[in-house]
């Protein structure tokens, strides 16, 4: 608790003070990290992935999204915390330490069967966990799940829909370059 006090000076002295609940927030310096057997996957398999979060005060609440549609909470085995550099069992509250200032990392077990319609982007879909705690931050890490048959590409190309584009400023260096060259002819 955090109590703020104010005095009054002469000539009253009159006295306020309010005590009030502060918490203080130690943000992750990292990314969680997502971990799977591999990378390729067909519709129809079990995807069992982990995500862990880096230290944090209070820990940071892991979200799983696939494509960027958040993951229902029965698809997960359980968020479970751990200190600075304890491996964490599946379950909720499983393997509980603290390390330091009392930061503590967390760990999440996702179990998906994977659809024929989660492999919308060219044969290829998106796994993201956030590791956010209410509105004061949010971290992502994202790994490509490969449909088999279907080659690898840049995020960029494939996922995003951008290949090669001209936009403003690929416009305005032309321009620069012709007009210099009117210029020096």
């Known amino acids: 608790n955090f109590k703020c006090e104010v005095l009054a000076d002469h000539p009253s002295f009159e006295k306020d003070s309010e005590i009030t609940y502060m918490e203080v927030v130690d943000e992750p310096k990292q990314n969680p990290k997502v971990s799977l057997e591999r990378l390729q996957w067909s519709p129809g398999e079990v995807l069992k992935a982990n995500c862990t979060s880096p230290v944090a005060r209070p820990p940071s609440d892991l979200n799983w999204f696939i494509n960027g549609e958040k993951v229902s909470q029965w698809s997960m085995q359980g968020q479970g915390m751990s200190g600075r550099g304890l491996d ?98």
């Open 88 to 185: 964490v069992g599946v379950g909720v509250g499983v393997g509980v330490g603290v390390s330091g200032m009392g930061s503590r990392s967390r760990s999440s077990q996702l179990n998906l069967v994977l659809r024929e319609t989660h492999f919308t982007l060219g044969g290829q879909a998106v796994l993201s966990c956030d590791a956010t705690y209410k509105k004061l931050y949010s971290r992502t890490s994202k790994v490509h799940l490969i449909k088999p048959g279907y080659k690898t590409a840049a995020p960029s190309q494939k996922l995003y829909g951008e290949g090669c584009s001209s936009g403003p400023g690929v416009l305005v260096w032309i321009l620069m370059v012709a007009t210099l060259a009117a210029f020096t002819l």
